[in-house]
């Protein structure tokens, strides 16, 4: 519960691009409040000069969150009123501000929500893949490996699922989920949402692909990738055939396996081939 002499924690969305997809509230709030928070105090001060935003702004990024934490929540428990924005979007969404928001609802400091633009939202509502169930991936590892871990345990994942990618990564990204998953699942890459060179773009992963390597404008710029989830029906042949894979590799050789395998089920040898792949090299390997 809030107690009535604290001030108030604001989380203020901040336009991803499109200095006219600033929220009215989100102007009259950051005018008003005493002081605000922000992830990189020179890279928010054109936004702030824009909109006439003269309050005293102060810096929380990752590296400092919880130091600075301790000083915002005495001044909020002064009554003073914070409101916290980062570089683009929604704070906390793959940005710093979740130590803050924790600590401050624990200590009893009334958050509130000012909503606004974020990336993953705005890529969901426009890539025309299911939006009943979503989920938020953010980025994953940069290294190859954990990355193709965290792909893998998403094999079975049939919500629609959203990724943050920086444009140097976005090729490596979808070449590991043609691997992780199928060339033909369904994806949506939405770059430079609401700038200048916005381009929305949908395709197979694999058309994806030559599609990115065919212009490298297409390497530019911020992106979210956005991914249609396994289809339910794939999911119970999947799982059969998985389990039959994993059974028969223990006792025959992996071309054997599979050639077995794809005539019972009817799948493509392609398919079940890599899966016995992946099977086979997730192996923990057992010394004579
Ligand atoms: N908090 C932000 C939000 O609400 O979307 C996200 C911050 S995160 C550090 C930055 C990533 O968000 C970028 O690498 C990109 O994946 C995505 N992003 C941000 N702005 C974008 C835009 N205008 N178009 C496409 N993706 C964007």
Known sequence: MNKNNFGILYVVATPIGNMQDMS???????????????EDTRHSQPLLRHFLI???????????EREKTKTLLERLEKGESIALISDAGTPLISDPGYYLVREARVAGIKTVPVPGACAAIAALSVAGLPTDRFVFEGFLPAKSGPRMQRLQALNN???TMIFYE??????????????????TRS??????????????TSGTLEE?????????????GEMVVVVEGMKEDLLD????????????????????????????T?????TVYNLALKISNNKPIIPD
């Open 54 to 64: 003269t309050t005293p702004i102060i810096a929380l990024h990752e590296h400092n």
């Open 266 to 270: 009817g799948q493509k040898k392609n």
């Open 237 to 264: 042949t999947q799982e059969t055939y998985h389990d039959m894979l994993v059974i028969l590799l223990d006792a025959l050789p992996l071309k054997q396996a599979v050639e077995l395998v794809t005539k019972i």
């Open 24 to 38: 009215l509230r989100a102007i009259e709030v950051l005018k008003t409040v005493d002081c605000i928070v922000a």
């Open 166 to 183: 920086s444009p140097h990564r976005i090729l490596d990204l979808l070449e590991a989920m043609r691997t992780a998953w199928a060339p």
């Open 157 to 159: 994942e049939t919500r």
């Open 187 to 200: 994806a949506v890459i939405a770059r430079e949402v609401t700038k200048l060179f916005e381009t929305i």
């Open 208 to 220: 994806l692909i030559n599609w990115v390597k065919s212009d490298t404008n297409q390497e530019r």
